[in-house]
Nanobody
Framework: VQLQASGGGLVQAGGSLRLSCVAS????????VGWFRQAPGQGREFVAG????????SYSDSVKGRFSISKDNAKNTVLLQMNMLKPADTAVYYC?????????????????WGQGTLVTVSS
């Protein structure tokens, strides 16, 4: 599975962005998908995840209530809607898929990674 992430950019605090992750090569209907982010000088952290079916989702405490993840297996796409953005959300965002159906917050359990898209939130 090849993953292509897009949708990052520069936005003011309080604004919104929508990130897309499109899979190619084969369907990823049997893959759970997660979004991770890495800020400068920081480790990679789990942001949100969806089960392979898209019926179960999970969020980190730092984004819960502001971000929303959705999976469309017919379109091989996962979206991350980010609202009420804060400067602390500034990071490179990566989508990742794993050969498993359940969400896990651990990056080493993901098998396929997109190239990352930069989100910058100004104060």
């Amino acid at each position: 599975v090849q993953l292509q992430a897009s949708g990052g950019g520069l936005v003011q605090a309080g604004g919104s962005l929508r990130l897309s992750c499109v899979a190619s090569g084969r369907t990823f209907s049997n893959n759970a998908v997660g979004w991770f982010r890495q800020a400068p000088g920081q480790g990679r952290e789990f942001v949100a995840g969806t089960s392979a079916s898209g019926h179960s989702v999970s969020y980190s405490d730092s984004v819960k209530g502001r971000f929303s993840i959705s999976k469309d297996n017919a379109k091989n796409t996962v979206l991350l809607q980010m609202n009420m953005l804060k400067p602390a959300d500034t990071a490179v965002y990566y989508c990742a898929a794993r050969d498993g159906i359940e969400i896990v917050p651990r990056d080493w359990e993901y098998d396929y990674w997109g190239q990352g898209t930069l989100v910058t939130v100004s104060s």
